[in-house]
């Protein structure tokens, strides 16, 4: 536990500025209201009608000063929990460590936090001072105070239109800086995934780490194996989605934080051809991210491990193992081996399973096969994994496109696109690979085909 000398210390720290905030108008910010979500700014109106101030915070407030599209919409009010729910048709309090109001518009959920105070002697932390418990409310200023980062204490209120700045968060967004409120070291104590954060956000806005506030992270670097590896998992995932994913993994090595995400991230970067392989998948991954379409946390982990299962395989069927057994095993040895220290959800290593597993496929497929194939649930994502493999010279690229055809067309086309490979390999093998032996039947023209070309 904190000592209480530590905690008072930490509380002047927190001390507000005096005069208050500064006041942004919409000219000063340039936030135009259309693209704030209707929803947090109905949430913002029911709390002010009821009497309690409401502002749009964090995040999106940053976004959208500098113009980008949020994906979320978080409020902060002087209400509690237990005033905001009965406000809404649609709301529930949910958290442990701090707890939150959930106010939910359809497919769209509206997190809306009461101020938080300062530390306090009976606050529960770990012996490293991460905060375990932390129901405490405070006043608007105590609340900016608490959040991790200047350029995330801004408020905004859409009822005016107006900015409230209480740590020079503006400024620090025309400076492209990410600075620490409060002493760094004990802030990063508090919550390890904040050096995480400050790593994301500097990519994510092609900005620079203050100095003192970059300074704690590699000697604390530590403290992430700490965080519960569900919360781990989350934070990266906004890490290799936020549209700068490779600078994200070259950030984090840079200062030590991928020991805990991704242990095994320096061994991909050593094997032949791993570092590439990444990169591209990342890239694809980044593409996506900036052009609003979604992204699979299956297939991307799937593209980063993929190296790793390939030489596994390799070692495996050279010691005898039939090629699909190798493949099964060493997927289970690399999943195993990652999700000691990022807990990597059961479905998502299903996903991952299918994905891998369904490589081979392509190989050998009959026509048959294929209709089979295009039935599976994970068809797409394997074809756009065997295109990522096509792009890094594992398999042939005129192979990886014909199954993207196929893919991408209706019934009838794939009906054609089947039936005019069934005619074009007939009678022989379309690759230089040995076919499989078939038992005979007594009609020799149906036999099954070969594979598509590589």
Request: glycine share 6%; aromatic share 8%; hydrophobic share 40%.
């Amino acid at each position: 536990m904190l000592t209480s000398t530590i905690k008072k210390f930490v509380n002047r720290l927190f001390t507000p500025p005096a005069g208050g905030p500064e006041r942004f108008s919409r000219e000063q910010h340039g936030i135009d209201r259309r693209n704030v979500s209707r929803h947090a700014i109905k949430v913002c109106e029911v709390l002010h009608q009821h009497g309690f101030d409401a502002y749009i915070v964090g995040g999106a407030v940053r976004d959208l000063i500098v113009g980008l599209e949020p994906k979320d919409f978080d409020v902060a009010t002087n209400a509690t929990p237990n005033q905001i729910r009965p406000l809404f048709r649609r709301a529930r309090i949910i958290g442990r460590r701090f707890q939150l109001v959930h106010v939910v518009f359809g497919q769209e959920i509206i997190e809306t936090s009461t101020f938080r105070a300062p530390a306090s002697d009976d606050q529960e932390t770990d012996e490293h001072g991460r905060i375990l418990r932390d129901n405490l409310f405070g006043t608007h200023e105590q609340d900016a105070a608490r959040r991790d980062f200047t350029l995330n204490a801004l408020y905004y209120d859409p009822i005016k239109e107006e900015v409230l700045d209480f740590h020079k968060g503006v400024a620090d967004l025309k400076k492209r800086v990410v600075r620490m409120i409060g002493d760094p070291a004990t802030r990063y104590r508090e919550d390890p995934v904040r050096m995480l954060r400050a790593v994301r956000f500097a990519a994510k806005l092609n900005a620079t780490i203050d100095p003192a506030t970059r300074q704690p992270i590699q000697s604390l670097a530590e403290l992430i194996k700490n965080v519960p590896s569900s919360r781990l998992f989350d934070e990266m995932l906004k890490l290799l989605t936020c549209g700068h994913a490779m600078d994200c993994l070259q950030r984090l090595r840079s200062v030590g934080l991928h020991k805990g995400l991704l242990p095994l991230i320096d061994i991909i970067f050593e094997e032949n051809g791993g570092r590439q392989f990444v990169e591209l998948a990342l890239e694809r991954t980044d593409a996506r991210v900036r052009s609003g379409k979604t992204v699979s946390p299956s297939f991307l982990f799937a593209a980063l491990l993929w190296k790793l299962v390939d030489k596994r395989q390799q070692a495996l069927a050279a010691k005898g193992e039939p090629p699909m057994q190798a493949l099964m095993q060493a997927a289970d040895d690399i999943i195993e081996g990652q999700t000691k220290t990022l807990a990597i959800q059961r479905r998502y290593q299903a996903d991952m399973r299918e994905i891998w597993f369904m490589q081979p496929r392509f190989e050998r497929a009959t026509p048959k096969g294929m209709w089979r194939m295009l039935d599976h649930p994970r068809f797409r994502a394997a074809v756009d994994f065997l295109q990522l493999r096509a792009e890094a010279r594992e398999v042939d690229s005129v192979q990886a496109q014909w199954w993207m055809d196929l893919a991408n067309a209706d019934n009838a086309d794939r009906t054609e696109m089947i039936d005019a490979w069934q005619r074009d390999n007939k009678g022989g093998a379309a690759s230089n690979k040995p076919r499989r032996r078939r038992r005979p039947r007594r009609n020799p023209a149906s036999r099954a085909p070969a594979p598509p070309a590589e």
